[in-house]
Every structure is written in structure tokens, then in C-alpha cells.
């Protein structure tokens, strides 16, 4: 089973700067697809960045140029670095990893942390 638990929420100004992390523990294995998404109260949750194994990513349109996920290099860390925030981006955020269920299985599963609050106000 895979856990995941996210950190670095908080409020911040319009135009500033915030980084969330998320960190991974349990079996991950091959095809391995980490994102970032978001909900706002009475939205329906959204995609904001994903990375996969070969660091490919893809943005959503609102966030482009803005945020940039990355993947760290220990202990099954990745995160969403947000640059320029606008009080839009107020959400709940949550890290997402899909994962093959066994080393050679064809079988995904995915997986979800608990969520972190950002509020972007003056």
C-alpha cells in the first residue's frame, strides 16, 4: 500500500511564491505517474501538473508558466513549486501517484494524499 502525505500549504500573497511537497512511502513501481490537483469549496477537482518516470510534464492551461512540478531525489519526494500565484489558485491540493500494482503487472493503482490548503489573499 502506498501513502502519501503533503506539506507546505499556507496563505500567501497574490504575485508570491509557494512550494508543496509530497512525500511517498510504500512499494512504487514501474509507469509511475506523479501529479499535483486541486479542488476548490463546491468545484469539482482538477489536474495541475503531472511528471512521469522520464520527467515528461504537462500543465494545465491556468498554470503555465506559473508552476512547475519536479521530482526530488530522496526519500520519494516530489513537488509543485508555484510561482505568481493569484487567489484562483485558492484550493485544497492534493499529490496523486498511479502506480502498476506489482513490479510486471499490468494492473494500475492510484493513489491520493490528504490534502493541503493554499489561500492566495491580500
Known amino acids: 500500500q502506498v501513502q502519501l502525505v503533503e506539506s507546505g500549504g499556507g496563505l500567501v500573497q497574490p504575485g508570491g511564491s509557494l512550494r508543496l511537497s509530497c512525500v511517498t512511502s510504500g512499494s512504487i513501481f514501474g509507469d509511475t505517474t506523479r501529479a499535483w490537483y486541486r479542488q476548490a469549496p463546491g468545484r469539482q477537482r482538477e489536474l495541475v501538473a503531472a511528471i512521469n518516470e522520464g520527467d515528461d510534464t504537462r500543465y494545465a492551461d491556468s498554470v503555465k508558466g506559473r508552476f512547475t512540478i519536479s521530482r526530488g531525489s530522496i526519500r520519494n519526494t516530489f513537488y509543485l513549486q508555484m510561482n505568481d500565484v493569484k487567489p484562483e489558485d485558492t484550493a485544497v491540493y492534493y499529490c496523486?501517484?498511479?502506480?502498476?500494482?506489482?513490479?510486471?503487472?499490468?494492473?494500475?493503482?492510484?493513489?491520493w494524499g490528504q490534502g493541503t490548503q493554499v489561500n492566495v489573499s491580500s
Open positions: 496523486n501517484v498511479l502506480t502498476r500494482s506489482a513490479p510486471t503487472s499490468t494492473d494500475y493503482r492510484d493513489y
